[in-house]
């Protein structure tokens, strides 16, 4: 038996404190708190460690203040294309779907695709056919669809027009989770509608094992949020268990260094990549760092004090 942790989030690059009522950040704050709830529980009851990242992300897919399902970005084509994955630290077994339209719940058919066996990765109409085989729920394309997305998308064309720069929260948005169970085993996941007014059929790093999502027993389990294609490049789930297996280094070593070096204009990218994640470790430390004015976060602490955040402070809320 060894200890129990868990850590979410729900996306990098959050907007300023003063571009929303207090009301509105208390609600976001409340389902970061309800997600957590849904993975501890998971975890006090003797559940797995992926059974519990799959039952917070569900909890922040059907949340509208998250980028993932009910909520998600809209490409190009006024369109939702849902990305997931989720990865069994210890198997190394996993799932991943891209550019499905009408899985109501993405990281529930990444897991039952890991669950069947046949093959990791579905995407496009392929993804909603074995969702909807397996028995999980295919949505209408409206039911994702929230007045906020619709804004961002007129922002970011409005943007693309003038030649001028969007926030990184009208660009993108992912949520994620991180767990170690009772039996040591550690498990990630994270899904995410990829950032608003994308290339119809674009597929950034969240579904992609070891950029976005990894697990590996006894090193770490990371998700990532941020600027996919640079994760991609970076390999940065792999990269972050690579320095700790390889190098020696702690946790917080291993991802402040990706995320605050490799993607912060320090390495070989050009200009700062706007970038978080959360990370846990086999004994239960948890790291997550972000390069962003903020991001939706959150944690367990071995003795079952809950925490989010979205910017610096940071609120105590019931497990």
């Not at 509105?24 to 708190?33: I, K």
């Not at 550019?99 to 990765?121: E, S």
């Amino acid at each position: 038996m060894t200890t129990t942790a868990l850590a979410i989030h729900g996306g990098c690059g959050v907007l300023p404190l003063d571009s929303m009522s207090d009301a509105d950040w208390a609600e976001a704050r409340q389902d970061l708190g309800r997600a957590l709830s849904a993975g501890w529980s998971v975890l006090k009851g003797g559940g797995t460690s992926v059974e519990a990242v799959e039952a917070a992300v569900v909890v922040m897919e059907d949340s509208p203040h998250f980028n993932a399902g009910h909520g998600a970005a809209l490409n190009e084509d006024g369109i939702h294309e849902l990305d997931a994955s989720i990865m069994d630290g210890a198997t190394l077994e996993a799932g991943a779907l891209s550019a499905a339209r009408g899985i109501r719940n993405p990281v529930r058919a990444a897991r039952a695709l890991m669950k069947d066996g046949r093959a990791v990765f579905l995407t496009g109409a392929a993804a909603d056919d074995f969702a909807a085989q397996t028995g999980l729920q295919v949505m209408p394309q409206d039911y994702f669809t929230t007045p906020k997305r619709i804004e961002a998308l007129a922002a970011m064309k409005a943007h693309a027009a003038a030649g001028t720069e969007a926030s990184e929260n009208e660009k993108h948005g992912t949520v994620g989770a991180v767990a170690l169970d009772a039996a040591g085993h550690l498990a990630a996941a994270t899904s995410t509608g990829g950032y608003t007014n994308k290339p119809a059929g674009r597929v950034g790093d969240t579904p992609v094992i070891g950029a976005g999502t990894y697990a590996r027993d006894g090193v770490c389990a990371v998700s990532g949020t941020g600027k996919g294609e640079f994760f991609i490049r970076h390999v940065v789930g792999h990269e972050i268990a690579a320095r700790v297996s390889y190098l020696g280094e702690s946790l917080s070593q291993a991802a402040e260094h990706v995320v605050h070096v490799d993607l912060s204009g320090s390495s070989q990218t050009t200009g700062i990549v706007g970038a978080g994640l959360v990370a846990l470790d086999g004994n239960g430390a948890v790291s997550a760092p972000y390069n962003t004015a903020g991001m939706f976060r959150g944690w367990v602490t071995p003795e079952g004090r809950a925490f989010v955040a979205t910017h610096d402070e940071i609120h105590e809320v019931q497990p």
